[in-house]
C-alpha cells in the first residue's frame, strides 16, 4: 500500500524552451509541494545560458525546434524519465509538439497543448480575425496592406505587424498611406490592422483535461516591456470572463491555459485582438491571485478532486515585475 501509495506520488514534468519561466517552473514546484507530491521538473533549451534550466531539478540540452532531431530527443527524455505532463512555453513550440501529441502519449505523457487547427487559428493573425468575426466577436479590421494603399476611405493610424509574429516584434503605427508604402516592405508577413483604443487586458484561461472551461482570469495590462507584461492588474469583470469563456469554448482549445487579448473600449464594447494557445508570460499574477493553475493540473493529472471556481480568485492583485539573478554552474545538464 505504501510503495502503490509512493508510485503515485512521484511525477515527472518536463517544461520546453523553458528559457526565462522561473516564476511558473516555482509555481508547479510549490503546488507540488501543497499536494505532497514528490516532482520532479525537467527542462529543455538550446543554451545553458537559460535562467529557468538552471533551476530545473535535470537540465536538457536539445536540437533547436525546427530539427528533425527535435521530437525524437524530447521523446528519448520523457521514456528515461517516465515524464508524465509535457509543458510547452513558447509559440514556435507548440504546432510541432501537437502534431506529435500521440506519440508522447503511447510514452504516457500528456502534452499540454491544443490541437494543431486550433494552433494555426491563434498564430495567423488572419485566421484569427476570421475565427472572431465568423463567431460574432468583434475584431480589429485586419486587411493586407496592398489593400489599405488601394481602399479610397480608411481611417488612420493604423498598426503594421506581421501576421505571424509573437512578443511585439516588428510592430510599426504607420499614420497615412505614404508610411505605409514606405514601411511594408519592411516587415516580413506584413497585415495592416485597426489601432483599437482602450484598455488592454490578457486573460488567463483554465480549460482542464476534459476541454473545459473551467476560470477566467482578466489581468489590466498596465505597462509593457519586451512584448511582456511588467506591470499588470487583476480586474475581475463579468463581461470580459463571460465573453472569453464562450470565446474559448468554440475555439476549442486546451486543456491547460491559454491567454486571450482584448480591450475594453469606452462605449464598454470589447474587441479582441490575439490568442496565444500556452501559458502567458503574465500568468504569475493570475496564479499569486488564486487561480492555482499548477495545482488544478497536477490534481487532475492524478485523477484527484478538484475545487475551482470561474470567479474565486483575488480582485484588484497588481504585480510589479523586476529584474533578478540566476546563478549558472550548478544545474544537472544532460
Given at each position: ?10 511525477v ?5 524552451c523553458i528559457?526565462?519561466r522561473?516564476?511558473?517552473?516555482n509555481?508547479?514546484r ?6 505532497k ?6 527542462g ?10 538552471q533551476?530545473?531539478?535535470?537540465g536538457?540540452?536539445v ?8 521530437i525524437?530527443q524530447l521523446?528519448t ?8 505532463l ?7 513550440d507548440?504546432l510541432?509538439?501537437a502534431?506529435n501529441?500521440?506519440?508522447f502519449a ?5 502534452v499540454?497543448?491544443?490541437e ?11 485566421k484569427?480575425h ?10 480589429p479590421?485586419?486587411i493586407?496592406?496592398?489593400?489599405a494603399l ?8 493604423r498598426l503594421?505587424?506581421p501576421w ?14 505614404k508610411?505605409?508604402a514606405?514601411?511594408a516592405?519592411r ?11 482602450g ?5 488567463d ?7 473545459k472551461?473551467?476560470c477566467?482570469v ?15 492588474q487583476?480586474?475581475k469583470?463579468?463581461?470580459?470572463m463571460n ?10 482549445a ?11 473600449q469606452?462605449?464598454r464594447t470589447i474587441?479582441?485582438?490575439e490568442?496565444?494557445?500556452r501559458?502567458?508570460g ?6 499569486k491571485?488564486?487561480?492555482n493553475?499548477?495545482?488544478?493540473i ?12 470561474f470567479?474565486?480568485?483575488?480582485d484588484?492583485?497588481?504585480m510589479?515585475r ?10 544537472t545538464?544532460?
Open positions: 500500500m505504501t510503495k502503490s501509495r509512493a508510485a503515485i506520488n512521484k515527472s514534468i518536463l517544461f520546453t528559457g526565462r522561473v516564476s511558473l517552473l509555481s508547479f510549490k503546488a507540488g509541494r501543497q499536494l507530491i514528490d516532482l520532479l521538473l525537467l529543455t533549451d538550446t543554451t545553458k545560458l537559460s535562467s529557468a534550466l533551476l530545473c531539478d535535470k536538457f540540452l536540437k533547436p525546434i525546427t530539427h528533425p532531431d527535435y525524437r521523446l527524455i520523457v521514456k528515461i524519465n517516465k515524464v508524465k509535457l509543458v510547452p512555453t513558447i509559440d514556435t507548440l510541432v509538439l502534431k501529441k500521440p506519440k503511447k510514452l504516457g505523457c500528456l499540454l497543448v491544443s494543431p487547427s486550433v494552433i494555426k487559428i491563434c498564430q495567423d493573425k488572419r484569427t476570421q475565427f472572431l468575426v465568423t463567431n460574432g466577436f468583434d475584431a479590421e485586419t493586407s496592406p496592398r489593400t488601394t481602399r479610397k476611405k480608411i481611417s488612420w493610424p503594421l505587424k505571424d509574429g509573437a512578443a511585439g516584434k516588428n510592430m510599426i503605427v504607420v499614420n497615412n498611406k508610411e505605409l514606405v514601411l516592405h516587415i516580413p508577413n506584413a497585415i495592416c490592422q485597426e489601432l483599437v483604443k484598455t488592454e487586458y490578457t486573460c484561461v483554465y480549460v482542464d483535461l476534459g476541454m472551461v473551467r477566467i482578466p489581468r489590466k495590462r498596465i505597462e509593457i516591456r519586451a512584448g511582456e507584461v511588467s506591470k499588470g487583476v480586474v469583470n463579468k463581461k470580459i465573453r472569453v469563456a464562450e470565446l474559448a469554448g468554440m475555439l476549442k486546451g486543456p491547460g491555459v491559454i491567454t486571450v487579448q482584448c480591450f475594453l469606452q462605449n474587441k479582441f485582438s490568442i496565444n494557445p501559458f502567458g503574465g500568468v504569475p499574477l493570475a496564479i491571485a488564486g487561480a493553475f499548477p495545482k488544478w497536477l490534481q487532475e493529472l492524478l485523477g484527484k478532486r478538484t475545487n475551482i471556481r470567479n474565486d480568485f483575488q484588484n492583485l497588481i510589479l523586476y529584474d533578478s539573478e540566476v546563478w549558472a554552474g550548478s544545474a545538464l544532460q
